[in-house]
């Protein structure tokens, strides 16, 4: 089964408004007297150290409620682990359609409010529309130690990812009509994983940039790293994690919407001319996405080790050179 990349309707950070709206916006803001920036989060000073603010709304990725509501703590939290946080405090956004049901909206609330629980979040509040799908979100306040100055990023640095790429594509295979999804458990499993460990990240002398992949793809994540840095950088597509049997649903068309948009914005050369359900997959949007960092290559092996402690696997999948975005199929020794 085949379908049309306009024919669904996408979930969590797939359904994001288009990056031209979302810089229309920011520069409206900033006509106004605001100093908006394209962060995830707004640091507010206080006395040793500072507080952190970042906000997130999602729309339904998956049919178990109780799943969405860990999915969509799990996701708001990350932005305050990958800028070196800690989340202390949140208000819940909470959308909810007309006639939907008190018991999924309850289950919806109990998954975000244990995944808030567990590690260690208060919800002080919230507020709540009603909205054409369920959607959860939060505004989340943490507290960071220090602002830290990263090094220079140069040529020979690494790209380093920490989960499997994919979300988008995979929460769009669920409403593929199969009676069983063998990767389903993987997905969820990954979707709900917190990225605590962006702190460890945060505060390795080694690490000179980090973000958390978002609803614009890795590519997007990529160049928002390099771009300060006047570098450019090669992606190895092979050494890239990714969900167990995302091929066939590459190949049959389940990307979001957003993917083909992310892809028509910021558009890397493939060098190997790989086929485009393959290159589709640097812009898939992401829910609760992989960190995504620049490191020092001889920061490799005590890395792996700082992130294995906490759960964490490292993945090499680029390397920072040339004067061009750019993806290859293998690993180049160049």
């Not at 109990?110 to 919230?126: D, S």
């Not at 306040?141 to 790209?159: C, K, P």
Request: aromatic fraction near 6%.
């Amino acid at each position: 089964m085949s379908v049309s990349s306009t024919q669904i309707f996408s979930g969590g950070c797939a359904g994001k408004c288009s990056r031209d709206l979302v810089e229309d916006v920011i520069e409206i803001c900033r006509s106004e007297g605001h100093e908006i920036e394209w962060s995830d989060c707004n640091t507010i000073p206080e006395g040793e150290g500072e507080l952190i603010q970042s906000v997130d709304l999602i729309n339904q990725i998956v049919p178990d409620p109780e799943t969405f509501g860990r999915i969509a703590a799990a996701h708001a939290c990350s932005d305050i682990y990958v800028a070196g946080g800690v989340p202390v405090t949140c208000n819940m956004i909470l959308g909810i359609p007309r006639g939907t049901s008190v018991d999924m909206i309850r289950d919806a609330v109990r998954g975000a409010a244990q995944f808030m629980h567990q590690n260690e979040v208060k919800i002080g509040g919230g507020h709540t529309i009603h909205s054409q799908v369920l959607q959860i979100g939060f505004s989340v306040i943490g507290r960071r130690l220090q602002s830290l100055t990263m090094q220079n990023v140069v040529d020979g640095d690494y790209l380093i990812l920490t989960k499997p790429l994919g979300t988008g594509l995979m929460s769009n295979s669920l409403t593929s009509g199969e009676p069983n999804h063998t990767h389903k458990s993987e997905l969820y499993s990954r979707l709900m994983e917190s990225n605590s460990s962006g702190v460890l990240l945060y505060n390795h002398q080694e690490v000179k940039e980090m973000t958390d992949i978002t609803g614009f793809g890795l590519a997007s994540g990529v160049q928002q790293l390099c771009a300060p840095h006047g570098v450019h950088a090669t992606i190895w597509f092979d050494s890239i994690p990714v969900f167990s049997n995302w091929q066939i649903y590459a190949m049959e068309g389940y990307y979001p919407p957003l993917a083909y948009r992310n892809k028509e914005a910021l558009s890397f050369e493939n060098q190997d001319n790989l086929p485009s359900w393959k290159e589709l997959l640097l812009y898939d949007p992401q829910t609760n996405g992989s960190i995504l960092a620049i490191v020092s290559p001889n920061s490799i092996q005590s890395l792996t080790k700082v992130l294995a402690e906490n759960g964490t696997q490292l993945h090499v999948i680029g390397r920072i050179e040339g004067d061009k975005f750019r993806f290859k199929e293998m690993i180049s020794h160049e």
